[in-house]
């Protein structure tokens, strides 16, 4: 799962910058024993940014040595972890139940993802127009 971005044509530039340095954090970058960032969470993260539907806020190292793809948005929040091996996914709507992902990288799917965020990130409008259908 490994992809090379365009940086020019792609619309979450700033978020590729924000990856780049978290790649470059090395053992101790939080000064309280925070493991560097995985290569591999790092090659994650950067073939799934291109597949999301609704670009994260932030891009964010984690003390485990895996990246943080954090949204916030009026209709709740939601989180992305990806490690070498494992991500970890979940929602926390203002109203209604959770979503909560996790699971082996082979057995990724950024659809799943689009799919949970747009609950939480997406207007009540356009919401309410998509459970129309």
Do not use: C, K
């Not at 992809?3 to 954090?25: H, K, M, V, W």
């Not at 989180?79 to 996790?102: K, N, Q, V």
């Amino acid at each position: 799962m490994t992809s090379t971005i365009d940086a020019t044509a792609f619309p979450g530039s700033d978020l590729l910058e924000q990856l780049n340095e978290i790649a470059n954090l090395t053992d101790d970058w939080d000064g309280y024993g925070a493991a560097a960032i995985d290569e591999g969470a790092i090659s994650h993260a950067r073939a799934v940014l291109p597949g999301l539907t609704i670009l994260p806020d932030a891009v964010l190292p984690s003390v485990a040595g895996t990246v943080l793809m954090e949204w916030e948005a009026a209709l709740g929040v939601a989180s992305l972890e990806l490690g070498r091996e494992l991500f970890s996914f979940y929602t926390s709507p203002t109203t209604g139940t959770a979503i909560l992902l996790e699971g082996a990288m082979r057995e990724f799917n950024v659809e799943d993802i689009n799919f949970a965020v747009a609950t939480v990130a997406a207007s009540p409008a356009q919401n309410a127009m998509e459970n129309r259908n």
